[in-house]
């Protein structure tokens, strides 16, 4: 309960003060969080032989041996990335969640994360005039997050999904509006818990259409507030019900044969159900679809080829821009990607596609090379193509949660607009 | 996302075949559940020298040996009992959860989770008609789950709760209708997502209110409705901004001076927060309080002291009702339970009581010997003064959450009946 609480008020004292992270658990003092940046790990393991913190790049791309003291077993960081990152211990061998930390559905497991805060959050001389990160609450309306289970008859599951209303939603003035939809995936090894447990998403929501734009990562002016907007974010793991798998790996279902199962849930089911439950636009002209890494993936093959549903298109580190060579390596038959060919043809008539499609954004960080790269070659090919998209590099962060944010902080507002 | 379908679909075929466990993450095949509600526990640990499987009461009430087989560890428990346990793997004396199993908030950090199917749902003869527990989703309208984010003052804190509402809170033909709430808290060393992921509070709290009563656990006949109504789900946990412990032993807060502050922020922020968000019945006739454990005693601590905002009141395992030995051993100094002088003398004044409390429900599991002998002793020393209530043992359930899950399937269909 205590995690805003500290981020905002509690990391402010001063560069050599270190807290505890707002990710831990209750009562763990570990990990701890400097000013600077840097971090503390510290874990009691009596009998173990050789411990290693393991995670995500921007906290460590390649693992740390941790230093026995006594029964305990630590490592401090030098200064790491911003924002949020999965991480673990390996002890002899076995990888083991820290008991100090919260845990996050990633990787196909639950995951220990840390969250390190903004530095100029931090730094002493704003102790006075904190800055609000913008996925984390201000003072003011708040959105809600709700969740539903469904039952869906072409996976035979019943499904879960959470839905973001803006603060206005349930006013008594707002009893005949009727707002557009984001539809907004996770990433492969993740599920629908991702964007509300680490991305922040009713926070970073909440701050875009309040015009809550203290952080220095705000979009431009203050003035530029998003539109209310529902968001609703699925379960992005889907098999047809006469499949007969029912525990597929799931950082592979997407590329299996029956991932179009996933699409025909989104498109037959979920959206219906959306439309049935809440006040939308019931249209394209209301209708966004975005994801990160996989879920980028799924949102250009879904969103693409179903034209008619959607008007707005977000990839953030979209793992469709994998390079033909990462491809490869991966086992995946993906060919190159080509506007002319690519979904369907969707992308080969520009005209027609721009007069469409109101919005194609892609973003990626510039930490994660590969897809940043790819996604700079890639967006260059439609611009040749003649397609119009807004493109975006999120500067230091790799393929992790806070380039994310960042992603949806920026496309968010864009959304919608007349 | 296969959780509840597995629960009723797959742990159908028969006694010999075994399923991954619902409480699995997606691809994991361990631990696994046999119809006759054996399970094997196997985990890959190649370098470890002895693993122990430790957890709930209900699932090995001491810790339990695993062979080794080749790279991995294993064991299968006899027929254990129905219902939610907590688990995890004690690895040459480190305690490591299942990377398997989801994660759930308990025993003050996430640990892994095992839900053990109603042998009746998993008998072979049921396989045409299934029996579907009252703890998991049927056809038919859902309700939801809210989740929101409050600043307290009192606190100093950004806290968290969960709201359910009824299937039909947000029908068009209810916008005028107001509902009754009833306030539901967590155990020591949970918290607010408990009664969400551990409990299916919204599932127990939708078949009760749609008479969806075929599982034998079911209260009386199916005509017996429970009320619509909310439940709202706070932390448990609270100490006052200027307190100056802001990492106390989350076990032990309530027993601190300042556990007050836990009943200042239900009071007089949480409440008042709930009604102005919804449509609520806003006076002690249409408010109820209850909790388990920890929140039983912080239930009878707050209720009964603000008679004046609830009417209804339910206590499921209440730890007020430990032995004044078991107290002592605690480092309690709670002096043992008398009607007379207990809560300021609430109970002191039977006829004036009982015109005032509409319902006292106090339950707790048999195969929770001390308290539900506490429970016992306490309810005659209850009734010898005077005071009506209803007293209920659920049948070889110890402290966990299948008792508690039964409790509030019993409590909640005599709430706010004329």
Known sequence: MKFYDRLINESAPGAQQAVPATTNVPSAEYPR????????????????????????????SSPVTMTKDQDYWTTTLAPVVMGFHYYWFNVDGIVMNDPGSQTFYGHGRQTSGIEIPDPQLISSDLVTAPVIPFYAPHAGPQGQLHEHWYKSKITGDWRRCYVYTPPAYFEAESAAARYPVL??????????????????????????ILGNVSSFFAIGPATVKAKEMLVVMGNGYATYADAGVRNADPSEAYLRPDSKAFGAVLTQELIPFIDRTYRTVANRDGRAMAGLSMGGSQTMAVALTHRDLFSH???????????????????QATPPFDPKTSYGGALANAEDFNRNIRLL??????????LNNALRENADKLRAAGIKLTEYHTPGTAHEWQTWR???NKFAPLLFQA
Chains 1, 2 share one sequence.
């Open 33 to 60: 969080v400097y000013a600077d940046g840097r971090v503390t790990f510290r874990v009691r393991l009596p009998g173990a032989k050789s411990v290693r913190l393991e995670g995500g790049q921007g906290l460590c």
């Open 183 to 208: 539809y907004l995936q996770h990433g492969a090894g993740e599920d629908e818990t991702g964007w509300v447990r680490q991305g922040g998403v009713n926070f970073i929501m909440d701050n875009v």
């Open 313 to 331: 298109i977000g990839t953030f580190s979209g793992a469709q821009f994998s390079t033909p060579a990462a491809a490869q390596s991966a086992g």
């Open 361 to 370: 954004w892609m973003g990626a960080g510039t930490a994660e090379s590969a």
């Open 406 to 408: 960042l992603c949806l």
